[in-house]
């Protein structure tokens, strides 16, 4: 599939469906041009895909895949009820 197969704004999740990996989706986001333009630069620079940076960038944010790797802090909230 190349640009000319579709225009901007386009729901191509259909088309896209043959190539995506088991147990993955297709998540559409909204992004700043600054932040895109930081996105482009750093998978220019590391050869990563715009996935493969995502990826690893959520993994690292959100606690559900912290979990493994980084001690849980309590919050004063739970800390409180403790």
């Excluded at 599939?1 to 043959?18: H, I, K, R, S």
């Excluded at 190539?19 to 220019?44: G, I, R, Y």
């Excluded at 990563?48 to 690893?56: C, E, K, L, R």
């Amino acid at each position: 599939m190349n640009e000319q197969d579709y225009q901007l704004g386009e729901d191509v999740t259909e088309q896209f469906a043959p190539l995506l990996q088991p147990h993955t989706a297709v998540l559409s986001v909204e992004l700043s041009v600054d932040l895109l333009t930081e996105l482009e630069t750093v998978s220019e620079a590391t050869g990563q895909s715009f996935d493969q940076i995502i990826n690893s960038a959520l993994a690292a944010y959100l606690p559900s895949q912290q979990a493994a790797t980084l001690p849980r802090r309590t919050t004063r909230r739970a800390r409180a009820a403790q």
